[in-house]
């Protein structure tokens, strides 16, 4: 029991175009983030002296701004991503449900 409008998306070019473009930018931002994330962890595992030393005069050490880089790093990806997909992915999903609901 298959719906023909499911099958005619899913045989649909641009949704194949969609699929592509959707699933390897997400790959490609969480390989990102994941780098990001897992390299400041190693970070903290492997150079507690790096990130324990002060910056200036104050109490503040090189390992605070990092992680708050981390978190600003996650903030500006979740951004790009959305950006792009208010742009470009939904412009595609437009076109292909209106060429199969046709």
Known sequence: MSDPVVDKIQNHPKYKELRAKRGGFGWFLAVLMLVVYYGYIALIAFNKPFLAQPIGAGVTTVGIPLGMGVIIFTIVI?????????????????????DATK
Do not use: C, F, P, Q
């Not at 208010?86 to 999903?93: F, G, K, Q, R, V």
């Open 78 to 98: 979740t951004g790009i991503y959305v950006n792009r997909a208010n742009s470009e992915y939904d412009a595609l999903t437009k076109e292909i449900l209106e």
